[in-house]
């Protein structure tokens, strides 16, 4: 079977007119496999009613998903009317009764969250994801109403997960298992449409794979499939060469490997989420990402091979970066010292961006969370803790060690007379990173980027 599995994110699922498009192009596979995110800004909605209703103010959450009903109820009348068809009142009244089911479980949780006056990871979880529960239901039932034969299916009875809540874990075998219930869709001439982000755990609990985690959701359901591709169909032209949001000179990189894709998503290229690009190389299986609102442009095709004789790849940077620094207390041996700072990162599952070591201190640049009290206290037993805050993290990546040189200066000179707080370069990664501040960090990357791109 000729299985192309696409994703359309947020800004795609935005109004009735994306909507159009969306179905319009997935018309033009012959088996494709649809996963939606939330229309745009939803899930950030919901977790800003959980996290009202868990502060005291439930009127206030309800009040919040009083508006994504409407704005929901919104897009989908526009689209009916835009297309009108003899089984709208069938539609339309499917549509609405699922829209109240949703949202009446949302201010039944949101209820519950206030009632506990916290908002616990499962909740946090089960909110989040009404959004897909919502999106990947209406664009399911609008392909009826343009004679596409488009069927929805709940992600729960494919996304399989373990119980890690807010970043929850796939269970492969499982993912595959269930999978085959699309193929038997597709047998029947339906386009599957599923929701992306959210999954389910063991006991039967709604999980979510983290921020952005309908790529995932995207490539887990590919892979399972063995798909021919998986498209990820956004708002911009492929995978550039930095954010071309910031970075106005930015261009689109044709061709990436699995593995310079997967760091550029690590290192901040928002437009992949960073596990997306695993199950489609464990299956050797291209995926391309492309732009909605220009389909025809070529977009960036990531595959297994793809060597470039660039000096440098692509440049990303990050925000809201913290500098940890720890000193041990004379009496730790250097080894055992790095292990138990390193034991206490894993323990709050902490990912690291950049680390500098002697033997007794180490520098380590991290994303800000609310973990780094607890992190703190914990790393007090081991040395004096010291924190800098509002850092950003610029990385260049795909770097060629014999261009090291060359770049570095290129750095330099565009950051003139700009701090620089840490640099790192590891010739296995290729990736050079340095970190400066919050403040200047656009403006430097800006300057970065136009000196070396
Ligand atoms: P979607 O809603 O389709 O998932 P996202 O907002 O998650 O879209 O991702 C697309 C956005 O990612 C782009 O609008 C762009 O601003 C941002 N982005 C960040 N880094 C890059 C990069 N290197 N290449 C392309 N886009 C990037
Ligand atoms: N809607 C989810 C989010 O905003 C997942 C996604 O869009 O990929 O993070
Ligand atoms: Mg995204």
Redesign the pocket.
Known sequence: MNIHVL???????NDHHTWKKVLEIISKYEYPVVIV?AT?RTTRQLIEAAQIAAKGDLDKALVIGESIKLRHLGILHRFLKDNPHPKRPLIEESCEHKLDQKIALLFKLLTYTHKAAELTPAMSDAIASIGEQISSYLLAQCGLAVNQLTQFIDAKKIIKTDSEYGKANPNLALINQKSGSIETILDSGFTPIIGGFYGEAPDGTTTTLGF?G??YSASLIGGALHAKAIE?????S?????????IED?K??PELSYYDATE?AYF??????PSTLKPAQERNIPVF?KN?FEPEEPG?KIIRDSDHSRKVL?M?FKKEMVLLTVSAYETVMGYSFLTKVFAALEKFRLPVDAVNTTEASVTIALSNSEKLNQLSKELVEVGTVTFEEQKGLISLIGCTISNLDELSSQVFNALDSQDVDMITFTKEKRILSFVVDEEQLIQSAQKIHSGIF
């Open positions: 994703k359309f994110g947020g800004t795609s699922m995110s745009a952005e309908s790529d990820i169909w956004t708002d911009v492929g995978v550039y060469t930095s954010d071309p949001r910031f930015a689109p990189i550029m901040g290229a928002k437009v992949l989420h990402v909605m960036t692509a990303s």
